[in-house]
C-alpha cells in the first residue's frame, strides 16, 4: 500500500472527519475547453455508447483511466489485469509526457457546482478523507454493494495507486464552514468548466495554512453519509488505503440534492408483469394523457404521488395498496427508516418476491433517468419500474439507523466532474 506525506495515518479514536491536503494530479492545459475534452462523468454514468464519444473527443480523455477497455481475454480476471495494467501504463505515460502535472505542495480545495437551470448552486471540500477505522461512525454508508463491481475498483486502485476521482460525502452542518468556505474563493478558480448538463464547475486551490486548518477543523467536528461512491469507499477498503478523494458538501443548504434511480425488468411483457403484481398490489393503468414520459414526469414531480410505476416505454400503470404478503417480503427486522422506503418495497416486494427476478446477473438493470429506462424497457422487451426518490433525510435517517439500501437507490445531484483533480498516493 501507498500513501501520500501529505496524509498522515487516522487516529484510531476519530470520531469526525479527517480531511488532509494532498499534492494533486492535474491535467497541464487548463483552459475551459480542453478541460471540457479530456473530463467526463462519474464511471458508473458513462455508458459503452458515451465511452466511445468520449475517447474520440481527446486522446487524453479521462475515461481512458476510469473504464480502461481491452478485447476480451480468455476470462474475466485475464481480461480485468490486462485492463487495469493498461490503465496504469496510460496513467504513468500522461505523467511522463507532461500532460497531466503534480502539484508542487499539498492543498485543499473548493468546489462549486451551479447549474444552469437555476438550481441552488452546491459547494464542498475537496481533499484526501481519512478511511475511519472499524467501528467508527465518521463516515456511513446506506448502499448495498455488489462484490465483483468491488473488486473492479480495487484492482485499478491498486494498479494505478491514484484515485481517479472523487466519492461524494454529505456532512452535518457546522457553523464555521459556510464562512470558511466564501473566504477561500477569492480571485478567479484555478479550474473551470461547464460540462454537456449546463452545470458549471469551478475550483479554487487553497494552500493557507491557517485557512486549511481551520476548515479540516471543523470538519472533525462532524460526520458524513456517503452520497456517492459507495463501491469506490467499499474497494478503498479493500485496498487497504488509508484515505480517499473525497468532496465533502454540506446535509442541506449549499448540498446535494436527491434523484430517483429506476430499474428495468428485460424480458418481461407488460400484461403478464401487471397480472402477476396484482396477486400483492392494486393495479391502475394510467390514461395516457401525453406520452408515458410525460405521465410518469407528472407523477414524479407530483408531491402527492404515491405508489410505484410500471412501464414497458408506452403503457404506465400504478401499483399501489401492497398486501400484507407483500409487506411481509420486507424484512421486518429492518429499521422503520428502511421498511418505509418505496425502492426497497419495489425490490424485496415486487422485482424479487412477486416477480421472482434475482438483483444479479442481469436480471435487473440499473436507469439512471427516466429517458434511460424507458428506453431500456423497449430495447429489453421489458418493464421499467420508476420510483420516486427518498429525500436526503430518509438517506441519513437509513445509514444511522446502520440500515443498507438495495444498491443504486439514490442519485445524488449535481456531481463532481471526473479528471478535473486526482490524488496519487505514492508521494
Do not use: C
Not at 484526501?128 to 461512525?137: H, T, W
Not at 456532512?171 to 458549471?200: M, S, Y
Not at 429489453?380 to 437509513?398: C, F, H, K, Q, T
Not at 440500515?403 to 463532481?416: I, N
Amino acid at each position: 500500500m501507498l500513501s501520500s506525506s501529505a496524509d498522515s495515518a487516522h487516529p484510531a479514536a476519530a470520531t469526525g472527519l479527517e480531511v488532509r491536503p494532498f499534492r494533486a494530479l492535474t491535467y497541464r492545459q487548463r483552459d475551459p475547453g480542453h478541460l471540457a475534452r479530456v473530463s467526463s462523468p462519474a464511471y458508473d454514468l458513462v455508458t459503452p455508447e458515451g465511452r466511445d464519444r468520449l475517447t474520440a473527443a481527446d486522446p487524453h480523455n479521462i475515461v481512458r483511466l476510469i473504464l480502461p477497455g481491452v478485447a476480451s481475454g480468455p476470462d474475466g480476471a485475464d481480461t480485468t489485469r490486462r485492463s487495469v495494467a493498461g490503465a496504469a501504463a496510460t496513467l504513468r505515460d500522461w505523467e511522463s509526457t507532461g500532460v497531466l502535472e503534480r502539484d508542487s505542495g499539498p492543498a485543499l480545495w473548493v468546489y462549486t457546482m451551479r447549474p444552469a437551470d437555476g438550481a441552488p448552486e452546491t459547494v464542498g471540500w475537496l481533499g484526501a478523507v481519512g478511511l475511519p477505522p472499524a467501528g467508527s461512525r465518521a463516515v456511513l454508508p446506506h448502499e448495498d454493494t455488489f462484490p465483483v463491481a468491488v473488486e473492479g475498483r480495487r484492482a485499478l486502485l491498486a494498479a494505478t495507486a491514484t484515485d481517479l476521482e472523487p466519492i461524494v460525502l454529505a456532512h452535518d452542518p457546522h457553523p464555521d464552514v459556510p464562512a470558511l468556505t466564501a473566504l477561500a474563493q477569492d480571485g478567479a478558480p484555478t479550474l473551470e468548466v461547464t460540462d454537456a448538463d449546463g452545470v458549471r464547475h469551478a475550483l479554487w486551490r487553497v494552500t493557507d495554512p491557517a485557512l486549511r486548518d481551520a476548515v479540516t477543523a471543523a470538519l472533525a467536528d462532524t460526520g458524513a453519509v456517503i452520497a456517492d461512491g459507495h463501491h469506490r469507499f467499499a474497494a478503498a477498503r479493500a485496498y487497504e488505503a488509508r484515505a480517499i478523494l473525497a468532496l465533502v458538501t454540506p446535509m442541506g443548504p449549499g448540498g446535494l440534492r436527491v434523484q430517483p434511480i429506476h430499474r428495468v425488468v428485460p424480458d418481461l411483457a407488460l400484461d403478464e408483469a401487471l397480472a402477476t403484481a396484482s396477486a400483492g398490489f392494486r393495479v391502475t393503468e394510467l390514461s395516457s394523457a401525453g406520452s408515458a414520459a410525460d405521465v410518469i414526469e407528472r407523477w414524479i414531480t407530483d408531491p402527492a404521488g404515491s405508489g410505484l410505476l410500471v412501464s414497458d416505454g408506452s403503457r404506465v400503470a400504478r401499483l399501489d395498496s401492497p398486501s400484507g404478503e407483500v409487506l411481509a417480503a420486507v424484512p421486518a427486522e429492518a429499521p422503520a427508516a428502511w421498511r418505509g422506503l418505496d425502492v426497497v418495497l419495489a425490490h424485496h416486494g415486487l422485482v424479487q418476491h412477486l416477480w421472482g427476478r434475482d438483483d444479479d446477473h442481469g436480471g435487473v438493470l440499473i436507469a439512471h433517468g427516466l429517458e434511460e429506462a424507458l428506453d431500456g424497457a423497449r430495447d429489453r422487451r421489458g418493464v421499467a419500474v420508476l420510483l420516486r426518490a427518498p429525500s436526503p433525510a430518509d438517506v441519513a435517517a437509513v445509514a444511522r439507523a446502520n440500515a443498507r439500501m438495495p444498491r443504486k437507490s439514490t442519485l445524488f445531484v449535481p456531481k463532481p466532474r471526473t479528471g478535473l483533480v486526482l490524488r496519487p498516493h505514492g508521494d
